[in-house]
C-alpha cells in the first residue's frame, strides 16, 4: 500500500506501509545458529532488516511491503533447522 502525500504544487512524498512480525524460534543454541537465521531470512525479497535474538529465541522481522510472505518465512526457518512458533505482527519500535 502506498500514501501520497502533497507538499506544495511541484513536491510529493511516498510512503510505504511495512510489516513487522516477531516469530518464537525453537532449536536455536548458539551464534551460529541466530547467524544461519538471519542470512537466510535476509535473502528472503521482501525482508528488508531480520534482527535475531538468542537469548529470546526470538526473530523480528521488518517487511519492505505491508504483503509479507508469512508461509515462505516459515519455510526458510525450517530449511535452516528450525522450528517457527507463534508469528504475530507487532507494532514497530
Do not use: H, Y
Amino acid at each position: 500500500m502506498k500514501i501520497w502525500v502533497m507538499l506544495g504544487l511541484f513536491w510529493s512524498l511516498t510512503v510505504s506501509a511495512v510489516e513487522v512480525v516477531e516469530i518464537d524460534i525453537n532449536g536455536m543454541s548458539c551464534g551460529f545458529c541466530v547467524d544461519a537465521v538471519r542470512r537466510k531470512l535476509s535473502r528472503l525479497p521482501d525482508v528488508e532488516k531480520a534482527r535475531v535474538s538468542l537469548k529470546s529465541k526470538k526473530v523480528r522481522i521488518r517487511a519492505r511491503s505491508d504483503r509479507l510472505d508469512l508461509q515462505r518465512v516459515r519455510k526458510t526457518i525450517l530449511d535452516a533447522g528450525f522450528t517457527p512458533s507463534n508469528i504475530r505482527r507487532v507494532d514497530e519500535d
